[in-house]
């Protein structure tokens, strides 16, 4: 591995940070992973808008856009994972958005929660990268999302995690 693609050597780490192997490929996380999807809606209560993050190009599948999230830490709820991890990655505070819903992902020896939120009523979230996980972290327009290189499981579960949030 290059230098350029190696993690910062003082990147915060805990004890669920680490591989799991999963028949004939790996995942992050021990005790599982987790992330945040956050949504904006417009002024005619559609979706509009995401978090998204451009992810390190060192990271697993890095220079591809996804949302904040990584692995779960000992005895951590995905919901608790997934709310640190965006407050961590992204400057988003946990108190600023309402849960709506979860999507679990299943593998055999891991498995990968995104919670997906609303912003709350009243708040102003601006989202920014906030630690070297990130090249970037933007509201991403659901318009822009077909010009975006999203990572590939992200890609293929939006159409179910958008479908959990309520109708307008």
Known sequence: ???????????????????????DHRH????????LLLV???????PSHLVLQHRAPWSHMGDTWGIPGGALAPGESARDGALREAAEEADVAAAAVVVVGEHVLRHDAWTYTTIVAEVRAGADVVPRAADAESVTVRWARM????????LPPFAAALP?????????
């Open 1 to 23: 591995m290059s230098e350029a693609l190696k993690p910062p050597a003082d990147l915060p780490r805990h004890a669920g940070d680490e591989w799991v192997a999963c028949g």
């Open 28 to 35: 992050w996380g021990l005790y599982g992973a987790a992330g």
């Open 40 to 46: 904006r809606r417009g002024d005619d209560g559609v």
């Open 143 to 150: 318009d822009e999302l077909g010009t975006l290189a999203l």
């Open 160 to 168: 179910e995690l958008l479908a959990l949030l309520p109708r307008p």
